[in-house]
């Protein structure tokens, strides 16, 4: 842990990011907090107050080649006053294996009392306790020879209802049968490329050792498992990262892992504030966002006449247009809506993502296509197909 007070002029804090540079090689975690006297936007400062642009990329400059985060805030925007002059001088920012070590890390801007600066309370864990994952299909698995075959073992099997329910029991069905599949063939994939590397070293050993024909085939063995390890892990990490711009061969594990770790980060939720009070305790923190939604997605039980309502709608849809938004559409423009699907989109809460149905169109298509034609004969869909997931975005 390094405390920092940086110095007014911006000569003197260059001089100290240099120096702070040569330190982040020797500490690992590492985390540094206090008065760094400089912001990194104009978002950090407000008032009449020349803002000092070069003094900021300094800082940003600093921040990156240190290859640190911040910490972010809960409380007041800024921490020191100064008349009508505020920023944020005050912050805590830490390295990846910091956060390795401690994921849950908070900062709060306490209220200003005996000085311009606003206290920092800090809270750091070790752990967040273990919650219940959601599933997702991973698109990794179609890299495995057998998962063609899985996936229509368990879609081919007999359900009986309307087509909702079908195509409904099926998907979960699937799901059931790739939780368990992933965890016996897949498993921890991270640790999975730990192991092949650790294989691939003990054949080289054996083959400088030896020389032998039955040693070499063994170690090239071990070196293209070990390659397909990195493959599905970098795979994997992808999807997880939500990272699209990137090509295919131009991956990092390393810049993965710190997206994830930034993602994670910040979808903790360290306090929110409801009227004009913080609250900090996970439970009142959830019972608070729950009463939330249910108020503003819960309308009013009365009744309205529609009749009444359709006298004061003018009437823009002509009768020709009418007749094309209710006719049943055929099976290529169905098949055409679900190919426009971004492969790598976020999974709905039933985890299957876009990737999912155009793999696998040929197998699933004519089950798709008459749960369509089965809505558009007006038949109401059920809460299964309608269910959202409704994500909080942090603003700082």
Not at 38 to 48: L, V
Not at 219 to 238: D, G, N, P, R, T
Not at 295 to 320: R, W
Request: aromatic share 12%.
């Amino acid at each position: 842990m390094t405390v920092v007070y940086a110095a007014s002029k911006a000569p003197m804090r260059r001089v100290l990011w240099k120096d702070l540079t040569a330190l982040s090689l020797l500490y690992k975690p590492w985390v540094l907090l206090g008065d760094f006297n400089a912001i990194t936007s104009r978002a950090e400062h407000k008032g009449d107050a020349f803002f000092d642009l070069g003094s900021s990329t300094d800082f940003n400059a600093f921040i990156s080649s240190c290859e640190l985060s911040d910490a972010g805030f809960i409380g007041s925007q800024f921490t020191r006053s100064c008349g009508l002059h505020y920023s944020r001088l005050d912050r805590v920012l830490c390295d990846s294996s910091f956060l390795d070590v401690f994921p849950v890390l908070s900062v709060r801007h306490l209220v200003k009392t005996h000085s311009d600066h606003a206290p920092l309370l800090i809270n750091i864990q070790s752990n967040t306790g273990r919650t219940l994952s959601a599933f997702r299909f991973q698109n990794m698995w179609s890299k495995h020879k057998d998962f063609p075959s899985v996936v229509a073992d368990a879609w081919n099997q007999d359900f009986y209802g309307d087509p909702f329910f079908t195509i409904s029991s099926k998907l979960k069905a699937l799901k059931l049968i790739l939780k368990e599949w992933n965890r016996d063939i897949f498993g921890n994939v991270t640790t999975k490329v730990e192991s092949a590397e650790e294989e691939v070293r003990m054949c080289e050993v054996s083959f400088e050792l030896s020389g032998s024909n039955e040693h070499k085939a063994t170690l090239q063995l071990a070196k293209s498992y070990h390659l397909h390890c990195i493959a599905v892990e970098e795979e994997f990490l992808a999807q997880k990262s939500g990272i699209k711009w990137m090509k295919e061969g131009d991956r990092s594990t390393g810049f993965f892992h710190a997206v994830i770790k930034k993602k994670n980060r910040k979808k903790q939720i360290p306090g929110i504030l409801e009227e004009g009070i913080w609250i900090t305790d996970k439970k009142l923190i959830a019972e608070s966002a729950s009463n939330f939604f249910m108020k503003a997605f819960t309308g009013d039980s009365s009744e309205v006449n529609m009749e009444d309502l359709q006298n004061f709608i003018p009437s823009l849809v002509t009768q020709e247009h009418n007749d094309l938004l209710m006719a049943k559409p055929s099976m290529q423009e169905v098949k055409n809506t679900v190919f426009s699907l971004d492969k790598s989109s976020v999974a709905g809460p039933d985890g299957f993502n876009g990737f999912f149905f155009q793999e696998f169109w040929d197998l699933i298509a004519e089950d798709v296509f008459r749960a369509v034609l089965h809505f558009m004969d007006g038949h109401a869909l059920p809460r299964s197909f309608i269910a959202t997931v409704i994500s909080l975005i942090p603003k700082c």
